[in-house]
């Protein structure tokens, strides 16, 4: 077993979408002390992601808006994987449920969404919060 200080960086990240995410950011900042890292805007003033930390801990989040179908409002997770493209392959011969087919976004990420049979959206890329890309 690796207990090396890499084999335990993380790579598993809660994800929230809020109606109003600035005053969430606010919140958070203010009541819970995260630190505020990064804030991607997308178009018509919606944060399409942020990116929080708190000590070693990170959340990202996004307004909520109609990113994909069925998940506007929804809570997720993300997870790094050094490889997206092998790990979509691999997700959709085991049969899911893509939201979000593979992509590259405007933040410097290659990723994708599959709901799980729960409901729960998991958006599985190479992007890892700290990793602040230049707007």
């Known amino acids: 077993m690796d207990y090396s200080a ?20 606010e919140w958070l900042v203010a009541t819970l002390g995260f630190e505020a890292v990064a804030i991607y805007h997308g178009n018509n003033g919606v944060i399409d992601q942020a990116e929080l930390r708190l000590g ?20 997720g997770v993300a997870i790094y994987v050094d490889d997206v493209d092998v790990h979509y392959a691999h997700a959709c011969a085991a049969g ?20 799980d049979p729960e409901g ?7 992007y890892r919060p700290g990793r602040v890309i230049p707007t």
Do not use: K
């Open 56 to 75: 070693p801990g990170w959340i990202m989040l996004s307004s909520t808006h109609d990113r994909a179908p069925g998940i506007a409002g929804s809570q």
């Open 96 to 115: 899911a449920d893509v939201v979000i087919e593979l992509r590259d976004t405007h933040y410097g990420a290659r990723d994708y969404m599959v709901r």
């Open 6 to 25: 890499a084999a335990f960086a993380p790579n598993v990240f809660p994800v929230l979408s809020y109606q109003d995410a600035p005053a969430a950011i």
């Open 120 to 126: 729960h959206c998991w958006s599985v890329g190479n």
